[in-house]
């Protein structure tokens, strides 16, 4: 099975500064990737997908971009932060037909002030 | 939009006793519809993947029914421990690469 890694696990950041979190995955070739946030009270809302290296797609406009330099790094970035940007953020990667589930990495807890 | 609506939010229950939650989800382009269970501090753990009408999974004391028709699936657990305890999570599959997922059930089971 696939192993997906995340960092950090946790983030404190003032709003306004830049942000990284990287995702990669072992135990899989080519690979479609995925982003995630929970904020507080919410589901799991999906931000960027991607089914390549460099094709990535975004779900909803917002402050955050995302890159995939390799087939199975995963990138996600803002510029400048927003206060909104608090919450959890998952890596998910899946495999295979449609039919197959995704796998999610431990998350990275980001709360910005 | 797509609306995926999970009851109840929450659950309280015996160690013991038999329990089960409801995912709804559109009846139309479905693809395939996902359980997964999510505890706290860990990542979310596939547990069903179920594509056709009339599915019925079965993993230990964990099993799931789906209606494409309707659009709805049910998650049991049956003799529910504490170690059941978490998020449980579902997510529709149209026909694209996206799962669109409900806000979850937290399951509480008490010894």
Known sequence: S??????????????????????????TSNPNLYWYRQAAGRGLQLLFYSVGIGQISSEVPQNLSASR?????????????????????????????????????????LTVT | ILNVEQSPQSLHVQEGDSTNFTCSFPSSNFYALHWYRWETAKSPEALFVMTLN??????????????????YSYLYIK???????ATYLCAFRGSNYKLTFGKGTLLTVNP
Request: proline share 7%; net charge negative; glycine share 12%.
């Open chain 1, 2 to 27: 696939q192993t997906i890694h995340q960092w950090p696990a946790t983030l404190v950041q003032p709003v306004g500064s830049p942000l990284s979190l990287e995702c990669t995955v072992e135990g």
């Open chain 2, 79 to 85: 003799g529910s421990q504490p170690e059941d305890s």
């Open chain 2, 54 to 71: 009339g599915d019925e999974k079965k993993k230990g004391r964990i099993s799931a029914t789906l209606n494409t028709k309707e659009g």
């Open chain 1, 69 to 109: 330099p390799q087939d199975r790094q995963f990138i996600l970035s803002s510029k400048k932060l927003l206060l909104s940007d608090s919450g959890f953020y998952l890596c998910a990667s899946q495999t295979g037909g449609f039919s197959y589930e995704q796998y999610f990495g431990p998350g990275t807890r």
